[in-house]
């Protein structure tokens, strides 16, 4: 065994910690340079008082979901970051979000494999099954079954069990939905049964312009 003293032990952990932050510096550029930003803009509440940034990233292997809101929830100001990953063919797979409040922050870690879901962990066995994610204070989430489901003008989908992330606590839970492609740009959105319903308008992109009553893309200003 060979043996360092101070001076040698320092100078090669100095360039241990240096070549380690190197590799992830470049595990990290390489890592940005093959995600490709396909949009990104501004969504308000039309109830309430909120604000969303969004990205819709093209990966190699699938698709990002990125947001940050600001809102002004039943609890007070509360900030929300997530990140939701999807396969090629638009099924998730995984997703983190983290909401920050005057309580303080908190977070959700979720996994999709194969129907199977888990929630910081832990198997949610009663969403068997699902394939989407439901975002309950974000209109990205819808774009994940319109995609995936790739509807006609005048098809219905068959009923659906979202995983929707309830606000602001952040739990996973069982929710029924239903969407009809109406034409070309437009869905009718139904949940709970049909005791729940809202137009939804599409860019090119399938991201929401115009959720009914709830939230509206800002428009840039050219």
């Known amino acids: 065994m060979c043996e360092f003293d101070s001076h040698s032990?320092?100078?090669?952990?100095s360039m241990a910690f240096g070549a380690l932050a190197l590799s992830l510096q470049t595990a990290d550029m390489n890592s940005a340079s093959s995600s490709?930003?396909?949009?990104?803009?501004?969504?308000?509440?039309?109830?309430?008082?909120g604000l969303e940034r969004f990205e819709l990233r093209r990966e190699p292997n699938g698709w990002t979901l990125r947001g940050t809101i600001l809102a002004l929830g039943e609890q007070g100001p509360a900030e929300v970051t997530y990140t939701l990953s999807c396969d090629a063919a638009w099924r998730t797979q995984h997703g983190y979000i983290r909401l920050r409040d005057k309580f303080g922050d908190h977070w959700l870690r979720l996994v999709?494999?194969?129907g199977r879901w888990f929630e910081n962990g832990?198997?949610?066995?009663?969403?068997?099954?699902?394939?989407?994610?439901?975002?309950?204070?974000?209109?990205?989430?819808?774009?994940?079954?319109?995609?995936?489901l790739g509807l006609r003008a005048g098809e219905r989908s068959n009923a659906l069990v979202m995983a929707w992330v309830r606000f602001p606590e952040l739990t996973?839970?069982?929710?029924p939905?239903?969407?009809e492609r109406v034409s070309e740009r437009s869905?009718?959105?139904?949940s709970g049964g049909g005791s729940f319903k809202a137009r939804i308008d599409v860019d090119e992109d399938e991201l929401?312009?115009?959720?009914?009553?709830?939230?509206?893309r800002v428009q840039e200003i050219r």
């Open 187 to 190: 869905y009718l959105y139904t």
């Open 208 to 216: 929401v312009l115009d959720y009914e009553g709830i939230w509206q």
């Open 112 to 114: 999709a494999d194969k």
């Open 9 to 13: 032990r320092r100078h090669f952990l």
């Open 172 to 175: 996973l839970e069982p929710l």
């Open 122 to 148: 832990r198997e949610k066995k009663e969403l068997a099954g699902c394939v989407d994610m439901d975002l309950g204070w974000s209109p990205s989430s819808n774009t994940l079954p319109i995609r995936r």
């Open 36 to 49: 490709r930003l396909i949009h990104s803009g501004l969504w308000r509440w039309v109830k309430g008082t």
């Open 177 to 179: 939905q239903q969407y």
